[in-house]
């Protein structure tokens, strides 16, 4: 009932920057939380940054400084923007959002990933 799509992944030289983006349509009233996620090859998938329906925000401990999670008002579009890269930020991005189902029940939406690679 939520489908998510990423855009803005891409090749980047350390030091630089990039914004991924991701779009949610579905059922948007549902959605108590977004984030991003990464997986990097033979790496676990970890949380690189989330907020909640009320604007609560927290960050990785490795990315903190550098990413900046961002929502617009009407809540259909969530940004990453990632300030000073580095080669260990390269993974597959991928947008989640957590949404209520039925019998209170919370169920978790995947974005199809994007791919960042930081390298010169």
């Known amino acids: 009932q939520v489908q998510l799509v990423e855009s803005g992944g891409g090749l980047v030289q350390p030091g630089g920057s990039l914004r991924l983006s991701c779009a949610a349509s579905?059922?948007?009233?549902?959605?108590?939380?977004m984030g991003w996620y990464r997986q990097a090859p033979e790496k676990e998938r970890e949380l690189v940054a989330a907020?909640?329906?009320?604007?609560?925000?927290n960050y990785a401990d490795s990315v903190k400084g550098r990413f900046t999670i961002s929502r617009d008002n009407a809540k259909t579009l969530v940004y990453l923007q990632m300030n000073g890269l580095k080669p260990e930020d390269t993974a597959v991005y991928y947008c989640?959002?957590?949404?209520?189902?039925?019998?209170?029940?919370?169920?978790?939406?995947w974005g199809q990933g994007t791919q960042v690679t930081v390298s010169s």
């Open positions: 907020i909640t329906s009320g604007g609560s925000t």
């Open positions: 989640n959002a957590e949404a209520l189902g039925s019998s209170w029940s919370r169920n978790d939406y």
């Open positions: 579905g059922s948007i009233s549902s959605i108590i939380a």
